[in-house]
């Protein structure tokens, strides 16, 4: 059979993502802050790219104030006195003020040499390692501990993996080890919590005391609050082992975690919801935003004829028009659907605005994509690394799409309402008699609420309560 080549036409549909959806679509689930970073460095790679001037934003209002404040200052009356002079130079002429030259003007030491960072745990250990010892075997092997020692002051090597890394004995390695586990603060360098707490026992002089029982033989019972079962072992009073427990829970489990504040970090919302009237609607924070246009340098640039300028530079300039054009119209489309998505989830969410976390409705993001006409994973990646600044607090955009759990009201209730529900129970329990999973069942069935112990269990774990005897108290 011989080959032979043929034409054939086909009608097929194939959705095609073109450069500008591909951008818009990239836009979605950027943060505010992730969004500037991105617009001001295309301005940088795009020169026909350029941010609209602040006097421009400003409204006809403003501009009209702005040139008032500017009017020269000898078309202002000057009114001020004597009086005037001596009240703002008083300072200077108590002190027999004298003008003084250039060069006797004092610079003021420069921002960075004003500013000042807390000490790590590893520098306050090697500062400690440097004063405590001549030995340079010794500094050796304490730099490789506290190499690594994790966050909280532990040791997160085996003495064998030490001596590993410089072919150190042993005995040498746990030797500078001792020697560390006397530093500031008490209890770090140690290998587990009973070591640290240990560390801690010994340096208050409680060596052989019921303290250091406690915590060398029935660390395991304590921690599940086996109080009784620890008296009888011990051969004590619960009210006489009192006073050793109290001493175990004022020791510091994490020695080091004060070398290691964590940061706070702030969220600057990506949407307010401002009430007027008696309507909540959203408006996006646009502020650190850079307002783009088209620069009106290259644009005529773009208009001339063809034949003042080559064809090389017309491609480029056209090329970056049409990328920049693309940006500017990709960023407003994203602000839009924002914008609806903030104003559905509103609509959705109008009890939780005036009244609390309470009545959170349940929602899905299939409720919010039909109610504005767009795909869930578009609404999906709206929702993601945005804030809304509402009545009640600030909150992800995610935080207010939960699933529901049906009463016995015939009325749908959010999964955070219940949390919240199940926090509260906690908090107002008798810490002598905590409640068990299957009670709390029992008092949200009353509430018209149908829950399984495990779905209970699974909340409370979510809200990092602690089991009912973990949280009981004995004295």
Known sequence: MAI???????????????PSLQQAIKLLPMSTLELADMLNQEMVENPLLEEVPTEE????????QDKAAEQPAAEKPDTWDDADYEYFFGDYLDDGYRSRTPSEVKELPPIENTLSSSASLSDHLLWQLSLGTDNEQVKEIGSAIIGNLDDDGYLVASVEEIAAMGEWPVADVE???????????????ARDLQECLWLQIRHLGLEGTPTEKIVTEHLRLLQNH????????????????????????????????RFNPSQ?????????????????????NEEGLPQLRI???????????????????????????????????????????IHKVATSIINFQREFLDHGIEYLRPLVLRDVANDIGMHESTVSRVVNNK?????????????????????????????VTIKQRIRKIIENEDPRKPLSDSKIVSILQKEGLMLARRTIAKYREELKIPTSNQRKVLF
């Open 57 to 64: 934003l400003q409204p006809a209002e403003q501009q009209q």
């Open 264 to 284: 706070s970090q702030y969220v600057i919302p990506d949407v307010y919801v401002i009430k007027v009237e008696d309507q909540y609607v959203a408006a996006l």
């Open 175 to 189: 030797r500078a080890l001792q020697h560390l586990q006397t530093f500031d603060p008490i209890g770090v360098a």
């Open 295 to 337: 620069s009106p340098v290259y644009r005529r640039l773009l208009d001339k004829t063809q034949g003042e300028q080559n064809d090389e530079t017309r491609a480029y300039v056209k090329d970056k028009f049409r990328s920049a054009l693309w940006l500017i119209k990709s960023v407003d489309q994203r602000q839009k659907t």
């Open 387 to 415: 804030y809304m600044h509402t009545p009640q607090g600030v909150f992800e955009l995610k935080y207010f799409f939960h699933s529901g759990i049906s009463s016995s009201y015939g009325e749908s209730v959010s999964s």
């Open 226 to 257: 086996q109080v009784p079962e620890i008296a009888r072992k011990l051969g004590m009073s619960i009210d006489d082992l009192k006073e050793h427990v109290e001493i175990i829970r004022n020791l510091d489990p994490k020695p080091g975690s």
């Open 4 to 18: 032979q080549q043929k034409l054939h036409t086909k009608l097929v549909q194939k959705l095609i993502l073109t």
